[in-house]
């Protein structure tokens, strides 16, 4: 009979210790930093306007595949990828997927300047706190995170895409096209 | 039995003062450590000499109750002694998720210059995620609050009122407008916090200096009492100084300098005190224990329960008080 005490008593220090002990050798799990260390999450949803001054939010886009892209008008490779990003928005045309380019921190007059300049078509929002920058761990611009249909990020991207990787990023969520 | 349980009170009650009193830099000494263990070591050898001397069963898991109850306290105590990192103050931008070893991941929020959150969340594996506020709060082996701190909120517009783009190539977020301030510099003796943001779009390298209302009313001209203010100096995308490029904005107004308005919003936001403390629930169930033991080891069984029993019914004194052993 005491040995069974001694032995269970044993086994309560044991799990004990390993409950106290666990954090410091099991470390949370890493994530990559950037954008990509969003995937899995929900995107947080900012009440923003558009460069019209309509409001806007992602919430309108539930049941959707939503393409983010933050940008800038002062950013090089963030012009160097507009039209790429509106020849998206034309091959997908009526399907699930829809296209926003979210402007980071400028006012809607130089934003709408700038998309009208490249003959930009899809929806241009104006995050001027920088809120959506901020919360996806913009290491810099362009920044682009896919969203699937229940707001959870399934994608992200630091730095300029090519035509062919918005591609392969979209095509298995909105199906082929 | 009496050493052994003298030494589990006495490593009980340091890992109680590690926690009522944390932070102290006494907790991570390794002489202070390693005389927790040598009463852990005190009490196991007393306890192994009683448990053979023990006669009822019940005495005999008295003993083992204060020996594992020194082992428990012991091993929560010297964790935290010797494996977590000293007291620390944890900056994040807002937005950002910030990963801490042995800990979690610290959220911060969101803030804008309209209001600032003042609280963190905790997300744990295998734990719900908690709020981290003023108020302490203990999570695993350490105990957490916030602190409030002064950050800077700018906005950057070009000479006809278009809002620019705030960047900070060298700070936690790169796309964030906040200035967490955590460079310090000292100016006509007084020690004032600075950070510095960049405005791609002008190509300018802002440095904003912080003043204190008690040090804007000392060295400033311009500024109202009792109101905060931020120096600000542009310098071009070489960091070479610009002509008429400095610039004080006070009370949240814009000012301009080096072909921009700028404004700073000084306001408060959340960093989180992390003070190492032995586990919290290891620590109660330590304290039961070694109570329960030395009870158990001083009365019988019986008069556990009737001693239990006049505990919680005071006016119940028909129930006789056994003697003790």
Known sequence: ?177 | MSAAAAAALAIVAAAVAEILVPGQALYHAGWFNVLLLALVAVCFISARGAYRRAQPASTRAAVLAIAAAAAIAGVAATTSGLFAPDNQTLIGAPGQRLRVESLGVLVFPLASAESAEQSVTLERPLHAAVTIGARRREAGNFILRTVSRSVVFVEARDLRGNRLTVTQPSGTAFLSPVLLMEHRQTIAGLDVPYDSFNVPAMRRVVKAILFTPAQAAMMLHGTQPGESAVLFAVDDEKERPLPHAIALSAGGRAAGAGGLSLRGSVETYPAVEVVAAPNLLATIAAALLAIGGIVASIQRPATIARTFLRTILPWETSIPLGRST
Do not use: K
């Not at chain 1, 699930?96 to 930009?120: H, K, T």
């Not at chain 1, 899809?122 to 699937?148: E, K």
């Open chain 1, 1 to 177: 009979m005491s040995r069974y005490i001694v032995w269970a008593v044993a086994a309560v220090v044991i799990v004990v210790a390993f409950f106290v002990l666990e954090p410091f050798f099991v470390s949370p799990a890493s994530r990559p930093g950037g954008p990509e260390g969003l995937v899995g999450q929900a995107a947080p949803v900012f009440a923003l306007r558009d460069d019209r001054g309509g409001a806007v939010s992602l919430d309108r886009y539930r049941g959707r595949i939503v393409l983010m892209n933050l940008w800038a008008s002062w950013c090089p490779p963030c012009r160097a990828e507009m039209p790429d990003l509106q020849r998206l928005a034309i091959t997908y045309a009526g399907t699930r997927l829809a296209i926003v380019g979210v402007n980071e921190g400028e006012s809607p007059q130089r934003a709408r300047e700038f998309a009208d300049s490249l003959g930009i078509r899809f929806p241009v929002w104006i995050d001027g706190s920088q809120r959506y920058g901020r919360t996806y761990g913009a290491l810099g611009l362009p920044t682009t995170v896919v969203l699937d249909g229940r707001g959870v990020v399934v994608r992200g991207f630091d730095g300029a895409l090519t035509f062919a990787q918005m591609q392969s990023a979209v095509a298995p969520l909105v199906g082929s096209h």
